[in-house]
């Protein structure tokens, strides 16, 4: 085991957290082999109509007897249905974004539930822990999917939040690829790691094989943001990204851009293999992947690279380094 806070807050065996990530965790697989490996697995409740959220649940609930999470951006029309439903099936671990945790921390606090926040800056992270949460998921510029608007690095930021609150549980997340990139966030001052893109590159994961064949393409440059002013992204460059950027560095204005942001979607990428014209959402870690391996076995490898990396400063501290291992 590798404790820290979160571990023993969450009952885990290693602090690794699987993102939330919409239809490629909108299902049980993914998230079932995590937290059967002993990570947080996380259903991505984003995208899932009703019904199938349901299922999802009691596949869960039957599926592990070890801590599982659902992420639920609070922007959702019908957010108000979601929460109660998940009132009657209530998850171990609840991770809330995109919205103020007031809005379902003592209703799901009530019923056991640990609270996880999502936040992109050191001013939110301090409102997050005023208010009650349990945890802080914190995410950098390098993260595929939804990036902070300041485009603030997950190194700086992480350190940053810890600083400020250092009596929440913080999950870094944001170009962690190995367990390399957990032992640098643990040193500064986090209590686990999310990691996104490496799991979309496991074979649970529920999205079209021409997408993770872009994510494996993709060099450490391969990814751009676009989109600002209408929900920036995170995505691998595409024709939609190079539209986007030609758009965007012309100085068009937002509402004569919408029309081409929101007519390419994560759908159509993630389900149906759009990977020229649609919102292949990755994050920088993407240049560091080269394979494709059961969730399981991803959980085992962070575990045994995060015990070398601490090895190797073992090493560094009394003199006599050895060479870093490469990320896989």
Partial sequence: MIRTRLTELLGLDVPVVQAGMSWVSSSSALPLAVSNAGGLGVVAAGPMRLPALERTLDEMATGTDRTWAVNLPLHRQDVGDVMDLLERRPPPVLVASQGGPKRYLDRFRALGTRCLHVVAGAEHARKAADA??????????????????????????????????????????????????????????????????????????????????????????????????????????????????????AGVDVEDRREVFHGATLRDAALHGDVRGGKVEAGQSAGLLHDLRPAAELVARIRAEYEAAVARLTQVAIGTPEAPGQAS
């Fill in 132 to 249: 009650g949460v349990d945890g802080l998921v914190v995410v950098g510029a390098e993260a595929g999917g939804h990036p902070p608007p300041g485009l603030v690095t997950t190194m700086v930021l992480v350190r940053a939040v810890a600083t400020e609150v250092p009596e929440v549980p913080v999950v870094a997340s944001g170009g962690i690829a190995d367990g390399a990139g957990l032992a640098a966030v643990l040193a500064l001052g986090a209590d686990g790691a999310q990691f996104g893109t490496r799991f979309l590159l496991s074979s649970e994961a529920s999205v079209h094989p021409e997408y993770q064949a872009a994510v494996l393409a993709a060099g450490i440059d391969g990814t751009r943001t676009v989109g600002r002013g209408l929900g920036m992204i995170r995505a691998i460059t595409n024709e939609f990204t190079e539209r986007m950027t030609t758009l965007e560095e």
